[in-house]
């Protein structure tokens, strides 16, 4: 006599619609650059929802769809950097490099503003400036 009772061998189906939902979400956002992580969570939830049963036919659909969205998102990105003149990228770099000027200098007296020498800004230094000291990591107080 078995006091447990028989567990569901069929999978999840919240986990299944949670799979179909990202991974059309993921193919639909293919230019957006958040493809590959909402895809990943698509097919690592399509195949958490199958149990140790057989696939369910919506988490195909978000296996499928998620598999498309990153596909899509790797295309996208492949094709820019191909197609991206040496001009293009020295002219993102100097607009990257104007943001963090224009945020390293603010000084509002708000919590948030970014003040020289913060964990923040440090993280924001360009890779050529980079020292060991620069990387330490620094406790806060209590």
């Given at each position: 006599?078995?006091?447990?009772?028989e567990q569901n061998r069929c999978g999840?189906?919240?986990?299944?619609?949670?799979?179909?939902?990202?991974?059309?979400?993921?193919?639909?956002?293919?230019?957006?650059?958040?493809?590959?992580?909402?895809?990943?969570?698509?097919?690592?939830?399509?195949?958490?929802?199958?149990?140790?049963?057989?696939?369910?036919?919506?988490?195909?659909?978000?296996?499928?769809?998620?598999?498309?969205?990153?596909?899509?998102?790797?295309?996208?990105?492949?094709?820019?950097?191909?197609?991206?003149?040496?001009?293009?990228?020295?002219?993102?770099?100097?607009?990257?490099?104007?943001?963090?000027?224009?945020?390293?200098?603010?000084?509002?007296?708000?919590?948030?503003?970014?003040?020289?020498?913060?964990?923040?800004?440090?993280?924001?230094?360009p890779f050529s400036e980079w020292s060991?000291?620069?990387?330490?990591?620094?406790?806060?107080?209590?």
């Amino acid at each position: 006599m078995n006091p447990y009772p028989e567990q569901n061998r069929c999978g999840s189906s919240s986990l299944a619609l949670a799979s179909m939902v990202l991974g059309v979400v993921s193919a639909a956002l293919f230019m957006t650059g958040f493809s590959i992580f909402i895809g990943a969570l698509a097919i690592l939830f399509a195949l958490l929802s199958r149990g140790s049963g057989p696939l369910l036919p919506r988490a195909a659909a978000g296996l499928v769809t998620g598999i498309i969205g990153i596909t899509l998102e790797i295309a996208v990105l492949a094709v820019s950097l191909i197609f991206m003149s040496p001009e293009d990228l020295q002219e993102y770099k100097q607009q990257l490099q104007e943001i963090y000027q224009e945020y390293s200098t603010e000084s509002s007296g708000s919590p948030l503003a970014l003040q020289e020498g913060s964990a923040v800004t440090t993280l924001f230094v360009p890779f050529s400036e980079w020292s060991y000291d620069s990387l330490t990591v620094r406790r806060c107080a209590v």
